[in-house]
């Protein structure tokens, strides 16, 4: 069955940097793009990156951009999420998630995905 686990959380201080790991199993990462998508307390889930079967990723958030980076490893079907200069407003509960082959135009539903980790916690204070 697919399954996806989140690892790599923690309580960090601002600018620094962390990385998560999504190990997948169930399928492969050659025919499924991935998305990440975090939930901080009392908001909506919201999508802000995807790496698709081929490869390619897209950003849906701003706010990540040049500071968050995916990528995989498809020999431990393992996809990560490199984060770095982090802000006390990138807190919030991380999940990673399984679509179809392609990232969806425009932004990241969470209808995009029927497939989710349990998420990890990651916190960004002083």
């Known amino acids: 069955q697919v399954q996806l686990v989140e690892s790599g959380g923690g309580l960090v201080q601002p600018g620094d940097s962390l990385r998560l790991s999504c190990a997948v199993s169930?399928?492969?990462?050659?025919?499924?793009?991935i998305g990440w998508f975090r939930q901080a307390p009392g908001k909506e889930r919201e999508g802000f990156l995807c790496?698709?079967?081929?490869?390619?990723?897209?950003y849906y958030l701003t706010s990540v951009k040049g500071r968050f980076t995916i990528s995989r490893d498809n020999a431990k079907n393992t996809v990560y999420l490199q984060m770095n200069s982090l802000k006390p407003e990138d807190t919030a509960v991380y999940y990673c998630?399984?679509?179809?082959?392609?990232?969806?135009?425009?932004?990241?539903?969470?209808?995009?995905?029927?497939?989710w980790g349990q998420g990890t916690q990651v916190t960004v204070s002083s």
């Open positions: 998630a399984k679509g179809g082959p392609w990232c969806s135009s425009g932004s990241l539903p969470r209808a995009w995905s029927d497939y």
């Open positions: 169930g399928f492969t990462l050659d025919n499924s793009a």
């Open positions: 790496l698709d079967s081929s490869g390619e990723s897209t």
